[in-house]
């Protein structure tokens, strides 16, 4: 009986170490996951923080191409007006009779000055565009690539915009000379033919 005794001591001694050790890797593994809730908490506002920034961010660079493009067509529109103009001014100069004089040389060379700046300013604009659209294509790949890494139960109410295409700048059809334009060119035949005389 004492034997037996001490057999059975011995086991129950043994179960209690097992409960224990039992216990303390049970309270690990329960730390552990409640570790990894906090870090997948985290990782999922980080997430939505980053969306969130890469969104606005993206908007306003649409923004700032749509004003771009609105701009450039407005300086091709000042380009064609300047185009006419000054070919209105060479056919009013070889038509008049007599040398080319100074006012019409120097208006000519005025007008010649500021349609190169203003194709050069609209070479500028086309080539930010072209930059500012790069760059939102880079920053929707990014966009897509943490939607793709976020975790599965995480769902990120927003949709991930569209892939801006890079805007296509077509050249505005020649316009019929407005009535201002005729005016002015009259205006200026007329000055002119005077000087001339």
Do not use: H, W
């Amino acid at each position: 009986l004492q034997k037996e005794n001490e057999d059975l001591r011995k086991k129950i001694a043994a179960n209690i170490n097992l409960i224990t050790r039992s216990e303390e890797i049970l309270k690990s593994v329960v730390a552990e996951k409640e570790k990894l809730k906090v870090e997948k908490e985290e990782a999922v506002t980080e997430i939505s923080i980053k969306v969130n920034e890469l969104q606005v961010e993206n908007s306003e660079l649409s923004n700032k191409v749509k004003s771009m493009i609105k701009l450039l067509l407005e300086k091709d529109e000042e380009i064609q007006a300047k185009d006419s103009l000054m070919s209105d001014l060479q056919k009013t100069r070889f038509s008049t009779s007599g040398p080319t004089t100074p006012l019409n040389s120097a208006l000519v060379e005025e007008l010649q000055s500021d349609l190169n700046r203003r194709k050069s300013n609209a070479t500028n604009l086309e080539s930010k565009i072209s930059e500012l659209s790069e760059e939102i294509n880079s920053l929707n790949k990014q966009l897509i690539e943490k939607m793709k890494n976020e975790p599965a139960d995480f769902v990120i109410q927003a949709e991930p915009p569209k892939p801006l295409e890079p805007p296509v700048i077509k050249p505005l059809p020649p316009e019929p000379s407005s009535s201002p334009l005729e005016a002015l060119c009259k205006d200026l035949q007329s000055d002119l033919t005077k000087y001339n005389r």
